[in-house]
């Protein structure tokens, strides 16, 4: 291989086997696993919603909106609609 597609795989495997080292200390630490989870977590959420306004979905992160919206699929459920009705004769 080429210098350079050595240097690649050298990184990308000493990353991987870092973040394997840091998975196998958390299953042993809950502050491992705390540090971890702020570590990867705060930078995509801080992604998210800096992003948001400008993709334009704003219900994404409305919790309002959802639990509107499961509580229209519950009902959704329970109604029949178009069932024939009973008739006494």
Do not use: H
Not at 44 to 50: E, I, L, R, S, W
Not at 56 to 73: D, L, M, P, R, V
């Amino acid at each position: 291989m080429n210098r350079v597609g050595d240097w690649l795989l050298r990184r990308w495997l000493e990353a991987r086997f870092r973040f394997s080292l840091r998975l196998r200390e958390c299953r042993a630490s809950l502050s491992f696993a705390l540090i971890l989870l702020l570590r990867l977590g705060l930078p995509v959420t801080a992604f998210f919603v800096a992003f948001n306004p400008i993709w334009g979905f704003s219900w994404y992160f409305n919790t309002e909106s959802w639990a509107t919206g499961i509580y229209q699929k519950l009902t959704e459920l329970r109604l029949i609609t178009g069932a024939p009705t009973c008739s006494m004769r």
